[in-house]
C-alpha cells in the first residue's frame, strides 16, 4: 500500500481530521502499527492504546474527534477496514495470467472455461469440467469426472478426487482433500472388509474448506456442504454428512458420518459431533465441545457430553465447589450423628 | 448402474417378489432414493419409509414380503449391499492401465512388480521397491530405500518417507504422511536440540490410513501397524507407537509416543492417547475420551481422564444433579443447625 | 551402523568394560534389540531387562558395571545416546548433491544461496529468496517474495505461501502448510463475506513444524513462531497467533486467533486453545485441556475449561466421589426428617 489518508477516506466514504496528505504504507493494530501504517478503532477497549500508537493516522467512527495523528471517521468502521483489505489484497495477490501452464497435464477431454488458470504441476483428469476464471495453483489435482465451478481456487497442492462437485466461486486452502473414501468396514471375522464408498462429495457456491482438512465421499448419495458455509484447517467431515448454508465449522473440529447440520450453524473450534445426529438451524457447538445427541434449532450447547449452555456453565461451575461440598457432606455427617446420639442417650456410630 | 432386479438378485442370490425387469440405475438410502434407484432395509427402524420412498425396488431380508415395489428378498441384507457396492464401484472405478506416465520420476534402481501404474508426477527414489499391481496415484511420493507391498494403493499426494515398509494391500489416503520423524527434543538449557529418529514405520498388509493422517516414525526401532488395522482421516500417530491387528481408530484420534494396542482395539474419534501405556486386546475408548493410564484387555473406557465406560456414564450422570445437590446441602445446613438449635437452645450461627 | 563397542566408547567419551572388539549394527531399546544392536540404560525402571535383552552391548552410566554383555560407561547416558544418533543419522541419510532438479521450477528471479538443494517437482514462485544451504524436497513449494533462511528444510510435499518468512536451520516436515489464509468472515445479513487475509507469517529460527500443520496467515501483521519453538503433526494455528521462544506444541493442538504464548510454554498433545488469551512464559497446558483463560506465567493448567493443574485434579478426583456423595447426601436428608419428626413430634414431609 502506498496511498495517502485522504485517498483511503475517498475510498470509504469517510471524513478527514487533520493532514489528509499524510502517507500511508500499511493496515495494522493499535499496538502494533509502525511509522506510516494506519489503525483503527472498532472496538472501544482499544482506545486507551491511541495515545501511545505508532500509527501515522486513525479510521474509528464518527465519535471519533480527538487524536495526535489524522482521524478518518466513518458510518461503519468494520466495512471500512474490509474495504481497506480487499484493496490491499488486490495490490498484493495480482490477478494470475490465464493460461496452462506448460508442466500442467489438464486432460484432452476436459471442458475449459474462459479465463482458466493451471499453475505448474496441476493434474487434471478425464471428464473433468472447469467453469470460467477457475484457477487451479501448483500441484492441484482434480480426478475424474469432477466439476470445479466459476471462479472456484484450488490453492497448491489441494486434492479433489473423482466425481466430487465443487461450486462456484469456492476456496478449498492449501493440502485440502475432497472426496477420499469414508470410513467404512463391515467386520467379518476377526477382518474388516472395506466397503467400497461409491457416493460423492458436492460442495455448494462460495463455500471455503481450510488448509489440510478433509472431506470424505459418501458410502451412496453424497456428502454435501451447502452454499456460503465455511470450513477451517484441519477439519475432519465424514460420509454422508450434510451441512446447511452459511455454516461456520472452526479448525480442528471433526464431524462423524450422516450427521445434518441445519443451515447458519456454528461449530466451534476442537468440536467434535458423533455420527447420526441432527443440529437445528442456527444451532451452535462451544469450541471444544462433544455432541452425543441431537441439538434443537437456535440452542447453544457446551461440554462433553454436551448439554444446553447454560445448563452446562452451571454444572461446570458446580464442579468447581464439589472438593468443598464434599468436606461439607462429611461434617453434617459427624452433625447428623451427633445430634442423633443427643436425642437417642448414646452417639451412634455412623463410620 | 445399468441392470435390472432380476440380475441384482442373481447377483446376490435373492428371490425377487414382482417385477424382475424394473431397471435399476444406482443404490441409495430410503429416504434419498429417486426414480430408478434401488433401496434396502438393514435396519427395521427404517421400514416406516417404505411406503413413501421413491426408489424402483427394495432390498430386503426373507421377511420382508410387503411393498408397492418389487423386492429383492436375501438371507444377509448387509453382505447383499456389500456385493452391490463393489459391483458399482468397479465400473465407477475401471482398473487403470499399467504403466509409468512419463513425468514421473522412478530412479532407475527401483525394483518395480508386474503391473505396477505411476500417475503424473509421482517420484519414487534409490533403492525401493514397488510390488506387483502398486498403484501410485498423482504427485506421491515415495522415499529411499522403501519398499510397497503388491496390490497396494498409494492415493494422490501421498507421502511415504524413506525406508518405511507398506504391507500388501494397504491403501493409503490423499495426502497421508508416513514415516516422518517423530517429535524429540532434547532441552540443553533454553535450546531444544533435536533427536535424530532414525527409526521407521512398518504397516502391514490391508492396513488403511486416512486422508492427511500422519504416522511419525520411530526414535529408533519401528512405529508399527498390525495387519488389517484400519486408520480414519486427520490422525496422529506418534514416534514409535505399536498398534495390533484389525484395530481402528476413528478420524481426528491422536496416539502419543510409545504407546501399544493390542489387537482388536476401537479407539473413538478425536479420542486421545498418552504416551507409554497399554491398550488390551479387545478395549474400546469411546470418542472424544482422554485416557491416560493402560486400559484392560476388553474393557470400554470414556471420559477425560478416561475411566470404565460404566462408572463414567454414572460419573457424568451424577454431575447432572450437582447444581441441585449443592442447594440440598445447602439446606441440610441450615435444618442442621435449626436442629442443633433447638436441642442447645440458642441457635448456632452456621453461616 | 557397522562398527564395534570401542568406537562407540570414543565417540562418546565412554570407558569400556569387557570385550571392546565386539561388532554393533544398530541401536535399540532393551527389550526390542535384536544380536548385534547396542542398547541403553537411561533410566533405572529398565535394569531389570537387562539379564534377559539380546542386545550385544549395553550403554550406561558409570554406576552400571554388571552385565554379561560388554558395558560402555559414560557420564550423562542421554547426551550418548544423543551423539550416538546423530551418527546413524548421517550414515542413514547421506548429505544431498546440491543443484535444481530439471522438473524444479525455480523463477529465474529467486535469490539463490549457495548448495541449495530443489528436487523433483519443486516449485519456487517469483521474488522469493533460499538462503545457503536450503534443501526443498520433491513437491515443495514456495510462493511469492517468501523467504527460506538458510540450513532450512522443506520436505516433500510442503506449501510455504507467498510473502513468508521461515528462519534459518527451520526443518517443516511434509505436508505442512505455512501461510494459508486465516479463518475470518463478516457476517453481512446471512451471508459470510470473506475478510481479505493480508499479513503474513514469520517462523523464527530453528523452527519445525510437524507433518500436516497448519499455521494461518494474519489477517494483518503477522502471525508468529518465535526461535526454537518446535511444533508436532497436525496441529492449527490460527490467524496472528503469536508463540514466543522454546516453546513445546504438541500433535493435534490448536491455537485460535490471536492467542500469544510466552516463551518456553508447553502445550500438550490435542490441548485447545481459544482466542486472543495469553499464555505466560513458561505455563504449561496439559493434554487434551480447552484453555478459555489468560494463563499466569509457570502455572501448570489442567481441564477443560482449564484451571490450575492441582485444583483440576482434585476437582476430577472429586468427581469419581460424587455417585457416592448424591446417596450420601439422600441418607442425610432422611436423617434430618427423621431427627426434625422426633424433635416436633410428628416426622415432617420433607420429600
Same mark, same amino acid.
Given at each position: 500500500m502506498n496511498t495517502t489518508v485522504g485517498e483511503i477516506a475517498a475510498l470509504v466514504g469517510g471524513t478527514v *481530521?487533520?493532514? /489528509? !496528505?499524510v502517507r500511508l504504507t500499511g493496515l495494522n493494530g493499535i499496538r502494533e502499527a509502525t511509522a506510516g501504517e494506519l489503525t483503527f478503532l472498532a472496538? !472501544? $477497549?482499544? *482506545? $486507551?492504546?491511541l495515545e501511545t500508537t505508532q500509527a501515522a493516522a486513525v479510521l474509528g467512527s $464518527?465519535? *471519533? $474527534?480527538? /487524536?495526535s495523528i489524522p482521524i478518518i471517521q466513518v458510518d461503519e468502521p468494520r466495512q471500512a477496514i474490509l474495504k481497506i483489505l480487499q484493496r490491499i489484497q488486490k495490490e498484493l495477490e495480482p490477478a494470475l495470467e490465464p493460461g496452462i501452464h506448460p508442466t500442467a497435464l489438464v486432460h484432452s477431454s476436459v471442458h475449459l472455461g474462459k479465463g482458466v488458470v493451471a499453475g505448474p504441476h496441476v493434474v487434471v483428469e478425464e471428464g473433468s469440467t472447469l467453469g470460467d476464471g477457475v484457477e487451479l495453483h501448483a500441484g492441484a489435482y482434480v480426478g475424474r469426472d469432477s466439476r470445479i465451478g466459476p471462479g472456484s481456487v484450488l490453492h497448491a497442492n489441494v486434492t479433489v478426487c473423482s466425481r466430487v462437485t465443487v461450486g462456484a466461486r469456492c476456496v478449498l486452502n492449501h493440502g485440502a482433500v475432497i472426496g !477420499?473414501?469414508?470410513f467404512g468396514f463391515a467386520r467379518h471375522g476377526d477382518a474388516q472388509v472395506k466397503i467400497p464408498q461409491v457416493g460423492t462429495v458436492i460442495l455448494g457456491d462460495n463455500v471455503e474448506v481450510g488448509a489440510n482438512s478433509a472431506i470424505d465421499r459418501a458410502t451412496f448419495g453424497a456428502t454435501v456442504v451447502g452454499d456460503g458455509s465455511k470450513i477451517d484447517n484441519l477439519v475432519q467431515i465424514g460420509h454422508n454428512v450434510r451441512i446447511g448454508k452459511n455454516c461456520i465449522v472452526c479448525g480442528s473440529a471433526a464431524i462423524a458420518g450422516s450427521t445434518v447440520l441445519g443451515d447458519n450453524v456454528t461449530i466451534g473450534g476442537q468440536a467434535g459431533l458423533t455420527g447420526h445426529i441432527e443440529i437445528g438451524d442456527g444451532a451452535s457447538v462451544a469450541a471444544g465441545s462433544g455432541v452425543t445427541k441431537s441439538v434443537p434449532p437456535g440452542c447453544t450447547v457446551f461440554g462433553?457430553? /454436551?448439554?444446553e449452555h447454560e445448563r452446562g456453565r452451571r454444572m461446570h461451575g458446580s464442579l468447581r465447589q464439589l472438593p468443598d461440598a464434599l468436606r461439607r457432606i462429611k461434617a453434617l455427617e459427624a452433625r447428623c450423628a451427633e445430634l442423633e446420639g443427643q436425642l437417642h442417650g448414646t452417639p451412634e456410630n455412623d463410620s
Open positions: *481530521l487533520g493532514d /489528509a !496528505s472496538d !472501544s $477497549r482499544y *482506545l $486507551r492504546h $464518527r465519535e *471519533l $474527534r480527538d /487524536a !477420499s473414501d469414508g462433553y457430553p /454436551a448439554v
